[in-house]
C-alpha cells in the first residue's frame, strides 16, 4: 500500500533531552542518569532506522437510506478489515464525508490496532440534503508501534459511494409559466394561420377540417358552416438561471434547506414542466463553477440537467447569510458576460435566486436592459431572530422592490412555504 510517509515528532525534543541527561550526569556524578540518556537515544536511533508501517486495507460502507428526503437522518457505518499479513499497530481513519451532509451524531473518525484478519466499525449520523452527494476517498493513517513514523494513504469504500437522488423532472409538478403576457415564459405568435390560442380570422369551412374550430354559433344563426383559425404558435427558448453561490447558500434555520438548494429543486420541477409543454430549456448556474446547459429537449438533454440540479451544494456561513449583505464576486460584470454571450436571442428568463445581495438584482436588471423578458422566483432565506437578520430581511425586500420597479415579476417564496404553492398563488401553474 503507497502512499505519504513523513514522521509524527511524537518524540520531538527527546535529543535535547537525552544530551541534557547525559551532560548532568556526568557534571554530577549521578549514574542514574545515564541509563536515562542511553534510552533516549535508543528511542532516537529506532525512530531514524523504523520502517513505515505497510498493510492492505478493504473498506465496506452502508447506509441506512440510500435515497432519504431533505432533512431526514441517515446513519452510515464503514467497516474495515486487515487483508494483510501483517498487524498494523496503530490506524486512524477519517470518513470522507459529502460536504454538503452535516454529521449531527457521532464522529466519522475511528483509532484502534488491526492484526491479519481483524475488522472494526465506526459509525455516524448525517443529515440528508437535496442532490446527489458522493463519499470521498477514506483517509487512513498507519503508524508504527512507538508512534513516530505514520503512512497517510486514501481508500475507496466498496458500496455505498454516495447518498440521495437526482430531482425527479417528471413528478407531476406541472408549472409552466403561461404566457399571459410578454413577461412570462411560453409560446409567441407568429404570422400564418392554423392551431394555437390567439383568434385570426374565420374561412369558409373545408372538409377535413377539426370540429373543434368549426364556429357553431354562426352554424347556428345563419345555418352555414365556418371555421375559425388562430394564430399559429412556435416554442420558445426558456433558461433558468440558478443562483447557487455559496453565499446565496442560507437557510432560516441550520435544520432548513438552503435557499440553494429550494432553487435547485423549483428549477428541477419548471424544467420538468416547461418541457412537457414542448419548450426547450435550457440551464446556467452561478456559482464557483459556472454551468451552462443550452435550451434543448430529448432525453439526453433531461439527463444533462438532472446532473446539474444533482450537485452537491456546501451551507453558506453564518456571516455570509446574515449579517449584511454586500456585494458577491460572480453575477457582476463578468457573470454578466458569460450569460450574455450565451442566452439566444429569442430566449425567455428565469431567474432563481434568493437576493441576498446587491450582485445578483444587478444581473437581473442588466438582462432585462438587453429586451429579454425575465421573471424571479426567490426563495426567502431569511429569519427575524436578531437584529442583524432582521436588517437583513429589510435588505431583501428592498431588493426585491427594485427588481420589481424595473418591470421584472418577482415570486417571493416565504421560508417555509412551498415554491409550488407559491408559483400556484401568483397565477404561474395551470
Not at 49 to 63: E, F, H, K, N
Not at 165 to 182: C, F, I, K, M, S
Not at 253 to 262: K, L, Y
Not at 417 to 428: H, V, Y
Amino acid at each position: 500500500m503507497t502512499g505519504t510517509v513523513q514522521r509524527t515528532d511524537r518524540w520531538h525534543g527527546l535529543s535535547a533531552a537525552a544530551l541534557l541527561a547525559g551532560a548532568v550526569g556526568l557534571l554530577t556524578w549521578t549514574p542514574a542518569l545515564l541509563p536515562v540518556a542511553a534510552l533516549a537515544v535508543a528511542l532516537l536511533a529506532y525512530g531514524r532506522v523504523v520502517a513505515p508501517p505497510d498493510g492492505t486495507l478493504a473498506l465496506t460502507r452502508s447506509v441506512d437510506d440510500p435515497d432519504p428526503e431533505p432533512g431526514d437522518e441517515v446513519t452510515v457505518r464503514l467497516a474495515v478489515e486487515n487483508v494483510g499479513d501483517r498487524t498494523i499497530p496503530e490506524c486512524r481513519l477519517v470518513d470522507g464525508v459529502p460536504s454538503a451532509l452535516r454529521v449531527v451524531e457521532g464522529a466519522p473518525s475511528l483509532g484502534t490496532s488491526l492484526r491479519p484478519g481483524g475488522t472494526a466499525t465506526l459509525s455516524y449520523t448525517v443529515e440528508a440534503a437535496s442532490g446527489v452527494h458522493e463519499f470521498q476517498p477514506v483517509t487512513a493513517l498507519l503508524r508504527d508501534a512507538a508512534g513516530v513514523i505514520e503512512r497517510r494513504v486514501e481508500v475507496e469504500a466498496d458500496d455505498a459511494t454516495e447518498m440521495g437522488e437526482p430531482p425527479r423532472l417528471d413528478d407531476g409538478q406541472r408549472l409552466p409559466l403561461r404566457a399571459a403576457t410578454a413577461r412570462y415564459a411560453g409560446r409567441r405568435t407568429v404570422d400564418g394561420s392554423g392551431d394555437g390560442l390567439t383568434f385570426r380570422t374565420i374561412r369558409e369551412y373545408q372538409r377535413g377540417d377539426p370540429l373543434s374550430r368549426v364556429d357553431w354559433r354562426r352554424r347556428a344563426k345563419t345555418g352555414e358552416l365556418a371555421t375559425v383559425e388562430f394564430h399559429p404558435e412556435r416554442s420558445l427558448p426558456v433558461v433558468l438561471v440558478i443562483d447557487t453561490r455559496p453565499v446565496a447558500a442560507v437557510a432560516p434555520t441550520p435544520e432548513a434547506e438552503t435557499a440553494v438548494e429550494r432553487s435547485l429543486s423549483a428549477a428541477a420541477a419548471l424544467f420538468g414542466g416547461l418541457s412537457a409543454d414542448d419548450h426547450r430549456v435550457g440551464v446556467a448556474t452561478l456559482g464557483p463553477e459556472r454551468a451552462w446547459l443550452a435550451p434543448g429537449r430529448g432525453r439526453a438533454h433531461e439527463q444533462r440537467a438532472q446532473e446539474l440540479f444533482s450537485r452537491p451544494v456546501e451551507r453558506g456561513s453564518d456571516d455570509e447569510s446574515g449579517e449584511g449583505g454586500g456585494t458577491a464576486a460572480d453575477p457582476t460584470d463578468a457573470g454578466r458576460g458569460w450569460l450574455r454571450e450565451r442566452l439566444p436571442g429569442t430566449a425567455e428568463v428565469i431567474v432563481l435566486t434568493p437576493a441576498v445581495d446587491d450582485a445578483v438584482v444587478g444581473l437581473i436588471e442588466g438582462i432585462a436592459a438587453l429586451g429579454t423578458p425575465v421573471s424571479v422566483v426567490s426563495p426567502d432565506p431569511t429569519a427575524d431572530d436578531s437584529a442583524g437578520r432582521t436588517l437583513v430581511q429589510f435588505e431583501r425586500r428592498d431588493r426585491l422592490a427594485d427588481v420589481r420597479a424595473s418591470g421584472v415579476p418577482v415570486v417571493d417564496v416565504g421560508p417555509s412555504e412551498r415554491i409550488d404553492r407559491a408559483l400556484a398563488t401568483a397565477g404561474w401553474s395551470r
